[in-house]
Every structure is written in C-alpha cells, then in structure tokens.
C-alpha cells in the first residue's frame, strides 16, 4: 500500500489567498486508503470556526467519520485565536521586511513607516499568548 498523502492546510490557504476567499474547506477522499479527508482554513478566528463545523457538516455527510482524517488550521477557539495571531504577525513581519529590503536599497537607510503593522501584531500575540497562561 502507498503512503498516504493528506491536503496540507497550506493548500486550503492558498486557494483562499488566490480567490480571495475567508474560509476553504477541501473534502476529499482516497479510495486506497478508504479515507475521507477533510482540511480547513479561515483568516480569522470566527472564520477558522466556521471553516472547522463546515468541514464536519460535510464530513458528516459522506458517512464513516471513524475513518475520517483532519488536518485543520485550529480545533479549539483558543487555537484559531493563536493562530490568526501568528499568522497576522507573519504577514506584518513579511510586510517589514520587504520594507527594509527596498527602503534599504533606495536610499541606503532604514525607516520605520511598517512599524505600527508590526507592533499591532506583535501586541495581537502577545495577548493571546497571556490569555492562554493559568
């Protein structure tokens, strides 16, 4: 029997950046296997939500879940809250980044102007990661 291959969440994120789409939901099945398939993604947390009880709607449609496999962004509100955390700090540090490479190259010094992208993110996460502490 071949290895299974599972959708990658980082599939279901890209359809959603190249459709601009907030939540994906892929539902497939592989016939080797005899396993149904089911990964979700959503921007926000509401969205991640959203996407994760869509994904078990559907699921829950095509039969057997004890031979069902998940391969999610989140399962918990607290994770889709992590998550969208982290994913919003590495657009920003993505977004700073780019800044420095062209201001740097324009005119050989470093500016600021991506800072409050950075920082809100960076806060964001910081947030999230102290509520999540006993």
């Not at 190249?18 to 005899?34: G, M």
């Not at 994760?52 to 994770?79: F, I």
């Not at 993505?94 to 470093?110: M, P, V, Y």
Request: glycine content about 4%; proline content about 3%; charged content about 25%.
């Amino acid at each position: 029997m071949s290895e299974y291959k599972p959708v990658a969440v980082d599939v279901a994120r890209q359809i959603a950046t190249q459709f601009d789409k907030s939540a994906v939901v892929i539902l497939s099945y592989d016939p080797v296997h005899q396993l149904t398939h089911t990964t979700t993604y959503g921007r926000s947390a509401a969205d991640k939500d959203a996407a994760a009880k869509l994904g078990d709607a559907c699921a829950s449609l095509v039969g057997d879940l004890s031979r069902r496999t998940n391969y999610e962004d989140y399962r918990t509100t607290d994770q889709a809250v992590r998550a969208e955390a982290i994913e919003r700090l590495i657009a920003a540090a993505d977004q700073a980044q780019c800044q420095c490479s062209i201001t740097e190259r324009e005119s050989g010094h470093l500016v600021g102007c991506w800072m409050p992208a950075l920082s809100d993110a960076i806060e964001a996460a910081r947030k999230n990661v102290g509520a999540m502490r006993p």
